[in-house]
C-alpha cells in the first residue's frame, strides 16, 4: 500500500486543522491505520491510531480530547481531526499501515506516508 499524506499548514494556537491520508494499492481496510509525529529534535511519537473498521481507536494522552482520527473505507483515507492546536503540536505528521500490528510503536508499521508539516504559533 502506498501512502500520501496532505493537509498540513500553518495555524495559530486554538485553531483547527485536518490532516489526510489517502491509500492506493491495497484496499486500506485491509490495514491497521496510525498517526505518528516527529517534531524538531525530537523521536517520532505515537499520535493516534484506528482499527480496520475504524471501530475503535487510541489516543496519545497528549492529544486526547482534542484529536480525533476517523477513516472513510469507500474513499481509503484516514484522517486526523487536529482541534484546540498548541505550538507543542507543531511537526510533521506521518500516516503508517500495517496489516498485522495495531500498536503505539512506530517501528512495528511497515508502510509509511512522506509526512505533512503541521506548524503551530503562539
Known amino acids: 500500500v502506498q501512502l500520501q499524506a496532505s493537509g498540513g499548514g500553518l495555524v495559530q494556537a486554538g485553531g483547527s486543522l485536518r490532516v489526510s491520508c489517502a491509500a492506493s494499492?491495497?484496499?486500506?481496510?485491509?490495514?491497521?491505520m496510525a498517526w505518528f509525529r516527529q517534531g524538531p529534535g525530537k523521536e517520532r511519537e505515537f499520535v493516534a491510531r484506528i482499527s480496520r473498521t475504524g471501530s475503535s481507536s487510541y489516543y496519545a494522552d497528549s492529544v486526547k480530547g482534542r484529536f480525533t482520527i476517523s477513516r472513510d473505507i469507500a474513499k481509503n483515507t484516514v484522517y486526523l481531526q487536529m482541534t484546540g492546536l498548541k505550538p507543542e503540536d507543531t511537526a510533521v505528521y506521518y500516516c503508517a499501515a500495517s496489516s498485522s500490528y495495531f500498536g503505539p510503536s512506530p517501528n512495528q508499521y511497515p508502510n509509511w506516508g512522506q509526512g505533512t508539516q503541521v506548524t503551530v504559533s503562539s
Open positions: 494499492g491495497r484496499t486500506s481496510s485491509t490495514y491497521f
